[in-house]
């Protein structure tokens, strides 16, 4: 007996441990199957869902639908330190570009590191200045568009607590990563380039001036959109050239000749193409009327050009002694301000731009709609205080049965000028207007709302001295012990 209760039989024989073993390893491989299954096929069938509505790697509509159409392929060279703060920020987001449409590839190359990778991209896209760091390089074609990831972030500058000196830091509040890879990702896939032609000889804002009242930043808009800027003079035999995709008239204080009118006429009733910017600096204090004679060619559009200063006391800023406008009431229903609708822009000294009263309400007539207004309580000149219009957008098809040269007409007119200067237009969401603007008036809804800058919000712990020693502590004695205790007590328990 003594023998038998020393020697044990075994729990299982020994081909029941090889029939376990067996099924253990069996069911690995099962597993291990499944999972290469399911990653294969998610290749080119699954769904992100993006639990946060904050998600900042989430792509708007706008950017889906455009990759969605997307036939080509796209090259996306990211050659940038990673070390640097936004580098994983910029390959997520572009990941996600990847994930919607696979025709584009990403090839990550980090210039600090691997100097030979680093050499090749220099030499394949000529980047041979000094500046060429932290770049996102798009390829499409032959076609190239280079981005400068250091202009992706927008920054403040905000003060630092320090006993001794007063010091700042640039503090990131603004990231417009999606809305310039969209672009980008637009210009280099579309083999043709669109001409917008500044009307000059008025006294218009010059175009290529980096003075505040210049307008090289709006100039810098449309380049970026794909958009070719040209200057443009109608005098002598001059007109609108057949490749005019856009006309702009920025704010001119002079009057144009008869000649130059009925040329801007003929254009649009060509089916062209204008962006009509005015001032107060054009209205003529003797007759009531607008020095440039602008506003007779755009009445026979159904809009009417106002020729008093508005003055809206309920939204105004501090600091604008009554001279500007925040505008925060728009259209909802027309694309060009929708994506508007929760945002403000800033104009100064505007003039009110409304639909004509007596417009003829027959088929063929032009589709005015008026886009941003004042407050109830605005004031212009002695009249009574009231809602002002201060842009409008006009539509004309083409007449069934005729075929015009340029295609549908389409304008936007504005009551100022000054919001789309290099100085205004860093205002509110002055720049996203003047993109839209651009956009619609050249009918390309997929660059139309959703792209604007997204914001960074920063989490920051503040501690004092004692009660950072005692997280420190809690982090290295504290949890390790914990752990160390809890591990003893079940070897102990064990040995009993």
């Given at each position: 007996m003594a023998s038998d209760e020393s020697h044990p039989k075994p729990s299982f024989s020994r081909w029941r441990k090889w029939s376990i073993g067996f099924n253990v390893a069996l069911i690995i491989v099962v597993v291990f199957s499944v999972v290469v299954m399911v990653n294969y096929l998610s290749r080119d069938y699954f769904t992100r869902f993006h639990w946060s509505t904050t998600s900042k790697h989430q792509l708007s509509p706008l950017t889906l639908n455009l990759l969605h159409s997307l036939t080509n392929?796209?090259?996306?060279?990211?050659?940038?330190?990673?070390?640097?703060?936004?580098?994983?920020?910029?390959?997520?987001?572009?990941?996600e570009y990847k994930f919607a449409n696979p025709r584009i590839s990403i090839e990550n190359v980090d210039y600090v590191r691997d100097a030979g990778a680093a050499e090749r991209i220099k030499s394949q896209y000529n980047l041979n200045f000094p500046t060429a760091t932290n770049l996102i390089i798009f390829e499409c074609d032959g076609r190239k568009k280079v981005l400068d990831g250091n202009a992706l972030t927008q920054y403040i500058l905000e003060p630092v607590a320090n006993e001794k000196e007063r010091e700042f830091r640039r503090k990131p509040t603004a990231f417009e990563g999606e809305g310039m890879f969209t672009k980008a990702l637009f210009a280099v896939t579309t083999p043709t380039l669109l001409n917008?032609?500044?009307?000059?000889?008025?006294?218009?804002?010059?175009?290529?001036?980096?003075?505040?009242?210049?307008?090289?930043?709006?100039?810098?808009?449309?380049?970026?959109?794909?958009?070719?800027?040209?200057?443009?003079?109608?005098?002598?035999?001059n007109s609108v050239p057949m490749d005019c995709n856009l006309l702009v008239i920025a704010g001119p204080r002079d009057a144009f000749a008869d000649f130059e009118l009925e040329k801007i006429d003929q254009y649009l009733s060509q089916g062209g193409r204008l962006l009509a910017l005015f001032n107060a600096g054009s209205i003529n204090r003797e007759t009531r009327g607008d020095v440039t004679?602008?506003?007779?060619?755009?009445?026979?559009?159904?809009?009417?050009?106002?020729?008093?200063?508005?003055?809206?006391p309920d939204h105004t800023s501090p600091n604008g002694r009554g001279q500007d406008i925040i505008v925060t009431d728009f259209n909802p229903k027309h694309p060009l301000v929708n994506p508007l609708l929760d945002s403000s822009l800033y104009m100064v000294r505007p003039r009110a731009v409304q639909k004509l009263k007596t417009l003829p309400q027959t088929a063929d007539a032009p589709k005015v709609d008026e886009l941003a207004f004042t407050g109830p309580n605005t004031i212009?000149?002695?009249?009574?205080?009231?809602?002002?219009?201060?842009?409008?957008?006009?539509?004309?098809?083409?007449?069934?049965?005729?075929?015009?040269?340029?295609?549908?007409?389409?304008?936007?007119?504005?009551?100022?000028?000054?919001?789309?200067?290099?100085?205004?237009?860093?205002?509110?969401?002055?720049?996203?207007?003047?993109?839209?603007?651009?956009?619609?008036?050249?009918?390309?809804?997929?660059l139309?709302?959703?792209?604007?800058?997204?914001?960074?919000?920063?989490?920051?712990?503040?501690?004092?001295?004692?009660?950072l020693q005692r997280v420190q502590w809690i982090l290295l004695g504290g949890i390790p012990g914990a752990v160390l205790l809890v591990g003893g007590l079940v070897w102990l328990r064990r040995r009993r």
């Open positions: 392929q796209v090259k996306v060279t990211i050659y940038y330190d990673q070390n640097e703060p936004f580098y994983s920020t910029i390959v997520s987001l572009l990941n917008a032609y500044f009307l000059q000889g008025h006294r218009e804002h010059p175009p290529d001036a980096d003075s505040d009242s210049g307008f090289s930043k709006f100039v810098n808009i449309t380049r970026q959109n794909t958009i070719v800027p040209k200057p443009l003079s109608l005098l002598g035999t004679g602008l506003d007779k060619i755009l009445a026979k559009w159904g809009v009417e050009i106002g020729n008093e200063i508005l003055h809206d212009a000149g002695t009249s009574a205080p009231q809602r002002y219009s201060l842009i409008v957008a006009v539509e004309k098809g083409a007449i069934k049965g005729v075929i015009t040269e340029r295609g549908s007409t389409r304008i936007v007119v504005a009551g100022d000028s000054v919001f789309l200067t290099n100085i205004g237009v860093r205002s509110l969401t002055n720049r996203d207007f003047a993109e839209y603007a651009l956009n619609w008036l050249l009918e390309r809804t997929q139309l709302g959703g792209l604007g800058p997204r914001s960074i919000v920063e989490y920051r712990v503040v501690m004092s001295q004692s009660q």
